[in-house]
Each structure stands twice: as C-alpha cells, then as structure tokens.
C-alpha cells in the first residue's frame, strides 16, 4: 500500500531534550516536506526537500533541522524543543515540486513540549 | 505577501448542498488544490483546478476564477461522514511549496 508513515503518532517531552520524528514513504517521491499545523495559522512550512541531499528552509525552520540521506526518509529532529513547539506535525510527500502534483501527507504526530 | 482567506465554520443539513468559498493573493499561481481533513487525521486530496471552470468528480465540484482570485468547493448531496475540514491550497509557484488556509470547518447535522 503507498503511503507515508510517520513516528511517534503522539509525544510528550520536556524543554531541551531533543527529539526526532521520522518520516518515511515508499511511493519513490522526490519531494518531502514537514508542515506544523496550528489552530487557526493553518499548515506552514518548516522545511523540505526536492531529492536526496537537498533541503531547505520552509517558512517557519526556527529550532527544527532536517536530513535527506535516503529518498525514502526525511527526519525532523528538534535539538532543544521548547513550549512553543507544541504542535500537529505533518509529513508529506509528491512525485516532485512541480504543477498538479498532490501531495500525500503522513497520518501526523502531537507533540507536546513541557 | 501570500494570503488565503476562507471561513472559518459552517454548518449544513444532510441532504444539502453547501459551497465553500476560498480567496487567494498570492505572488504566482501555478493551482489551486482543495483536502480534505477529520479530526485528528491527515488532510487528502480532493481536487486540484489550474484553469478557470468547474471541475466535477461525483459528489465534489471545484471552480476557479483565476481574474478574481477565488475558488470554491461545493458538496452536494451531504452526508454526516463529510463533517471535516476543508483545506484551500495554492501553489504560488517558484517557491517549492503549497501555501494553504486556516481551514473551513464544515459540520453536518441531521
């Protein structure tokens, strides 16, 4: 089945104690992004990514880094989450950036910063 | 700058037909996509328009005026499992990326 998987679904961590996020799709797409969605901003861009070992800053990339080593991975780690990081994150992927092409979104994960 | 506005809450019978409206400014637009999202879950795909006109697939139709900035999604025939979310999207192009709205939340009732 092609789909995107994300890990943890839902976590709790405290301020500083870094985290990551997996993303993983196998639908072989080039492209990979990382939104945040908040009550009532909708979804932002964090960062993403056009291919293997190409990435780069989204609309709100402050406190997150990403790393594109494998097509089919693209990680989000938060090396010092704080409270204002609290968010629904969602990971997506397309066939690549271009005009008409869906993007397919991971099912999410809540995280919580204390 | 890049803006998406569309309501935020509605509420609609079963049976029904009811139009969600969205407008853009953006820099560039290379379409505009609409999801669809419960609760809790991941947003998926409803349509995309590129062109002005109405595009039609089964219960869900979208129009685009690309002169007025404004599309809007029309659901016809509701029913409870269509209480969600609905998500305007543009993409303004040269920027890699979808700029999306707040979301409508759309709740039908008996």
């Known amino acids: 089945e092609a789909q995107v998987t994300q890990n943890p679904r839902y976590l709790i961590t405290v301020t500083g104690k870094k985290l990551t996020v997996t993303c993983s799709q196998n639908?072989?797409?080039?492209?990979m992004s990382w939104y945040r969605q908040d009550p009532g901003l909708g979804l932002r861009q964090i960062y993403y990514s056009m291919n293997v070992e190409v990435t780069d800053k989204g609309d709100v990339p402050e406190g997150y880094k990403v790393s594109r080593k494998e097509k089919r991975n693209f990680p989000l780690i938060l090396e010092s989450p704080s409270p204002n990081q609290t968010s629904l994150y969602f990971c997506?992927?397309?066939?690549?950036?271009?005009?008409?092409?869906?993007?397919?979104f991971g099912p999410g994960t809540r995280l919580l910063v204390l | 700058g890049q803006n998406i506005d569309q309501p935020t809450e509605m509420t609609a019978t079963e049976g029904a037909i009811v139009q969600i409206n969205c407008t853009y400014q953006?820099?560039?637009?290379?379409?505009l996509f609409w999801y669809q999202q419960h609760a809790g879950e991941a947003p998926t795909f409803l349509s995309y328009n590129v062109l002005d006109g109405l595009e039609e697939k089964g219960r869900f139709s979208s129009f685009l005026s690309r002169s007025k900035g404004y599309s809007y999604l029309l659901l016809k025939e509701l029913q409870m499992k269509d209480s969600a979310s609905y998500l305007c999207a543009v993409d303004p192009g040269g920027y890699n990326k979808l700029i999306f709205g707040a979301g409508t939340r759309l709740a039908v009732h008996p």
């Open positions: 997506a992927s397309s066939r690549r950036q271009g005009i008409a092409e869906t993007q397919y």
């Open positions: 953006t820099s560039g637009f290379n379409g």
């Open positions: 639908m072989n797409h080039e492209y």
